[in-house]
């Protein structure tokens, strides 16, 4: 009999991302391309009911859109349905869209992706903190959890973490609500103050709506950032780390990430131990086929963890890309395929990436110093996020930096002194409500 003739297997190619296709894919497109011979395109799955997800859809450069009910399981999987045998690879870029990526990781069985069990460690800051201490208890800070403000749980706290102490929303992303407490009055204000802002917060974000409170002794010392890349089998390749200076250390009341800079000062041998801590973060939480992003505490005890989530950290794409030359979104989509990251760790230059909040909350009435900004010997790039008529507030209270400014130098002392020269002009004015 006459054989039948073989079809070719259908291509894979359409890499799906979870709401929005950040800036620096199309890079890592063309790569794709070069690797298979053949054009490799973005898909976004998103939430055609909520503004947000429709806003970062329409921003970005995407070739196939999948409006879908992430409420509905059948709905996803007809969503899906005229793609499934075309997908390469699914990843997620944002923070606030690893809830939606945990509920489409059963419609895409085929696919290398984390366990969706791994992805609510990873994002619930209470499950965290107890995976980390049932893993190593020796990388992790001393913790408790509260769901309310009262008596009880003022002496749960004092008790078992004491003074001075940081409190984070168990939930939330990011530095939103994240308060250091020196004594116990401090504590009861900013424990009332929390849970009455974090339900509206948690609603906003479609995070659980019982709110809880995760307390944690507050560690002294210097804090850095590495981002690693994890396999099928649990391999893990670190990427470069990079030195973050808070909000607080240069006067601000406040979390946030102030100034990122790569390349550090450490030694290697420094590097090498937190890169220790890095796998072990990655392990507790049984992170597979994912990016990883590690905050660590250089403090006198060794390194500990301050938090990691199953992502790239904030700005590394462009980071990694000035200071090593290598692309973090290929490597992102790579380790997922999954294919071999590949990374550079000869130095090119120094990259910095600054964050301003304004000094007080308000109506912003006036940002200082854009122009000059540009004028720097090291200036790269500069996003003003912040209309004029638009109110700026802290990132504890929810808000975000108002202006981020990208700088890179060949030499790290011009870098440093561009720093100071930014730091100089860059005034963000406001304008309080006056009272009724």
Known sequence: ??????????????????????????????????????????????????????ELVQQSHVDILIPVDFSSPSKITKALLPYQDRLLAITCRGEYNIGHFRELIPHVPYLRTPTATSLEWATNKLEMRKRFFAYDSSITPQFTVVENAGKASIKKI???????????????????LVTLCYHQDELEKALKGAFRKVRKLYREQGAPTEPKMLVEEFMEG???????????RGKVYHCPIVHIKTGRSVGYDDFFGYVRITPTQLSKTSIQAAQVVATKTVRALGL????????????????????????????????????????HALNDILVRIPKKPVISNRVRGYTAVLEFFAKQEGRITKIKGVKKSQELGSFHTLVEKKKDV????????GGKAVLTVNLFHRKRADLLADIRRLEKMVLIETKKRSAP
């Open 390 to 397: 638009e109110r700026a507030k802290f990132a504890r209270h």
């Open 222 to 232: 210097e804090m850095y950032s590495i981002d690693s890349y994890v396999t099928t």
């Open 158 to 176: 004092t008790q078992r973490v004491g003074f001075p102490l940081v409190m984070k929303p168990t939930g939330l992303a990011a530095s939103l």
């Open 288 to 327: 597979r086929n994912s990016t990883a992003h590690t905050e660590l505490m250089r403090t006198e005890d060794g390194w500990k963890v301050i938090e990691s989530g199953p992502r790239i950290g904030g700005n590394r794409v462009l980071m990694y890309q000035l200071s090593y030359g290598f692309d």
């Open 1 to 54: 009999p006459m054989a039948r003739k073989m079809m070719p297997p259908s291509k894979k190619d359409i890499v799906l991302f979870v709401v929005n296709v950040p800036e620096g894919v199309v890079g890592a497109l063309k790569e794709l391309k070069k690797m298979y011979g053949y054009k490799v395109l973005s898909a976004a799955i998103y939430d055609p009911k909520k503004p947000s997800e429709v």
